[in-house]
């Protein structure tokens, strides 16, 4: 217990030490780290958005059926939630620079076992490697960057999060040159994870730390559930993250079997979502330091519902796509602001373990929208489960309002 209040203390020191009076995005410690960890976490989420658009060639390659195949990716999604919360409790007790190190070694160990994996056993356990990445990655960096930021805090995960877009966007685009040479694709996965570890290590002022950890799972989810305001927080991200999940999952046959799009149209629809999160996430950042958190993303789950009702409503295909847009606008939006208003509303004393505990949560929510839509499109439709999702962001928006001004100001009012 005294060794995990001191390095409680030690953490909070490192905050006091990092947290200079300029907040600078570009140049300086500061923004030279948020650089890495933008990086690093580009990595990452290619790493995993990567394996499904290449799944039916892996298949064929490792002579394996479609359901061992979905087993695979089902393995995948399962680590990278389930280590949402252990990231960040260690995160917590260790060091932010112990988390992040392990985690980018998992990577390069993930890498080289799908870059030589002879057989499907083999390929799973480098896939839950890989898993294990993206969770342990994502709540110590962004944690970090909480830990730098206080006026600029939604600009910073502006910045961050378009790691996400942007290797969604690229593992479409490595999917369709690679489709006969799948493991080749890791092999620029395998030698960036090693420069963005030595990058890292050098860069960052913080400690290694290596002790046993308790994890206090149970004492946790207690006293997340205990707050009123963090249920409606985790029902709404856990509404937020099933529509999201569902919606990307089968938006490319959506657009197929209901609107009868060409597969190269629906792949352009999907491409879509991840394009308009460069330009949305950063805008967001600024919109929410300046206006509020609470209202940009009450804003954010109107856009989507009203963007997922004119997929319905229109058959055109220029409105179609700006439909798509809108729903990705609000979707992007909706992000970085939330970040924010999460880290303000859990612990100080222990942000990222509760932090990483909220994320399990809604994150498991959320794993069961595409399961939903594929049952309720395959009973009554597509227009009854997209119908669905609308009503569930309109419930989001509903309990955020319902919240009041409570998480609806600056950032710079907030302690980090």
Known sequence: ??????????????????????????????????????????LAKFAKLVLPPLLPVIAIDLSITPVLAGGALSLLTLTSAFLQYPGGKFSDHLSRKTVLVVSIFFLITGSILLLSAPSYWVFVVGVIIIGACDGLFHIPARSLLS??????????????????????????????????TWRVVFIPVLFAAIGVLILYHTSSRGHYVFHSVSLEFTSTM?????SRSIRKL???NGLFSFVFQGFIGFLPLFLMAYHGFSPAFAAGGFALLFAIGLFVKPLSGELADRFGGALVTMVSLFLIAAGILSLLVFSNFLILFGGIALVAVGQKAFTPPMQSILLDAVSQESSAGDYGAVRTIFFGIGSMGPLYIGIVASILGYEFAFAGFILCMLLGAFMLLKLGTKYNHNSANATP
């Open 1 to 42: 217990m005294n060794q995990n209040l001191n390095q409680n203390n030690r953490n909070h020191r490192e905050k006091n030490l990092l947290s200079l009076p300029r907040e600078r995005l570009l140049g300086g410690y500061h923004g030279r780290l948020l650089l890495i960890l933008t990086l690093g976490a580009a």
């Open 234 to 236: 985790i029902y709404v």
């Open 147 to 180: 830990d730098f930021y206080v006026t600029k805090r939604n600009r910073a995960f502006g910045i961050h999060l378009i790691a996400i877009d942007i290797a969604g966007i690229l593992a479409a685009l490595v999917a369709i040159v690679a489709v006969a």
């Open 222 to 226: 207690k006293r997340l559930f205990h």
